[in-house]
Every structure is written in C-alpha cells, then in structure tokens.
Antibody, heavy 118, light 107 residues
Framework: EVQLVESGGGLIQPGGSLRLSCAASGFTVSSNYMSWVRQAPGKGLEWVSVIYSGGSTYYADSVKGRFTISRDNSKNTLYLQMNSLRAEDTAVYYC????????????WGQGTLVTVSS | DIQMTQSPSSLSASVGDRVTITCRASQSISSYLNWYQQKPGKAPKLLIYAASSLQSGVPSRFSGSGSGTDFTLTISSLQPEDFATYYCQQSYSTPVTFGPGTKVDIK
C-alpha cells in the first residue's frame, strides 16, 4: 500500500529555517517524480517544488533560492529545506507522488502545517 | 505560467443533482488536465487525469471532458459524500498550476 507521511512542521519566526520530511512506503521515492504542494489557510493549492527521478529539481518562483528539495534514497524519504521563511509561507505542506506522461498527483500525504509568525 | 480559472466558484446542489464544473486554461494545454476533490482538513484526492481518464477506485458518476483550453467535470448524480471543493490542475508545463477551486455544498 502506498503511503506518504509528512513531518517537521511547526511554528517558526520570520527569517527562520525548517526542514520538512515525507516518509514514503509502498514504492521507491527515487524512481518517481515527487512534489511538494502547499495550501495557505482557507486558500487554494500551490505547487512548490518537484524532484524528478533523474534528480533534476524545479521550484515555484515564490520559493526559488530559499527552498531546497532533496531525497534520501536509503531512507526512502523526501525533504524540503525551507530557509528565510516569510509570513506568506504559512500553509499546510503536502508531499505528493507525481506520475509521468501524463503527469498527475496520484498519492498525497496528510500534510504538515507550517506557521511563520513572530 | 499558465493561468487556470474555474466556474462557478461555488454552487449549492441537492443529492441526486447533475453537477457540472468548468475549468479554463489561459493557453492550450492539450489534454493535460487533472481534477481533484478535497474535503475539509484532508489532502486532495485525484479523480480524473488526462482530462477524461477515471482514476482507479473513483465512482463512475464522475466524468471529465474537454481539450485545448476548456474542460468540464461532471458528477452525474450528486451523493452526500461528494460535497467538497474541486480543483483542476494543468500538467502541460512547469510550473504546474491549479484552478482556484469550486466549492460544492448542500442546498
């Protein structure tokens, strides 16, 4: 059974850093495209970042230069390192498996809440 | 970036109603269009991919159509568990983008 479990969210001050984790089971993270998608309170869905099976990474303009996506193949885990956090980064962060050709998000984690506030 | 719009932004319907939600892309995206359902406090759930392909396990009352810039999600007979927010998403180009959502609630 495919499962994604996020962790690492919490309350952080503006300018701070946080690392989110997404532990996967039932499939191999490194063989798949994996994305982070976020949802600000009461708002819609916003794609944040993707790491392709080949290792290439892409970011939304709103987080480029501040966030880094990575994976640990030995732990079958996806990460999102978030630096220089801003109030507007406050959201529930979901990890999702992204199928290829066509691309769509077929499995999602339960989400982890990141609150950026002083 | 490709902009996605949805209409209506919300609708009220009764159990058994036929419901149609429209999604429009700012440029042609062929059939690279997906639909998700989200209930409060839960992660989104994939309903339809590639405009018209039903995800495994999703009831057949859900269907999708369209290509190019205009797409439709139809629920043929609304059930109590279908009250939720629905999002379209284009996967034609990076960054993938979502529509603003359509909230379906009980009349």
């Amino acid at each position: 059974e495919v499962q994604l479990v996020e962790s690492g969210g919490g309350l952080i001050q503006p300018g701070g850093s946080l690392r989110l984790s997404c532990a996967a089971s039932g499939f191999t993270v490194s063989s798949n495209y994996m994305s982070w998608v976020r949802q600000a309170p009461g708002k819609g869905l916003e794609w944040v970042s993707v790491i392709y099976s080949g290792g290439s990474t892409y970011y939304a303009d709103s987080v480029k230069g501040r966030f880094t996506i990575s994976r640990d193949n030995s732990k079958n885990t996806l990460y999102l390192q978030m630096n220089s956090l801003r109030a507007e980064d406050t959201a529930v962060y979901y990890c999702a498996r992204q199928r290829e050709l066509p691309e769509y998000f077929d499995y999602w984690g339960q989400g982890t809440l990141v609150t950026v506030s002083s | 970036d490709i902009q996605m719009t949805q209409s209506p932004s919300s609708l009220s319907a009764s159990v058994g109603d036929r419901v149609t939600i429209t999604c429009r892309a700012s440029q042609s995206i062929s059939s690279y269009l997906n639909w998700y359902q989200q209930k409060p406090g839960k992660a989104p759930k994939l309903l339809i991919y590639a405009a018209s392909s039903l995800q495994s396990g999703v009831p057949s009352r859900f269907s999708g159509s369209g290509s190019g810039t205009d797409f439709t999600l139809t629920i043929s007979s609304l059930q109590p568990e279908d009250f939720a927010t629905y999002y379209c998403q284009q996967s034609y180009s990076t960054p993938v983008t979502f529509g603003p959502g359509t909230k379906v609630d009980i009349k």
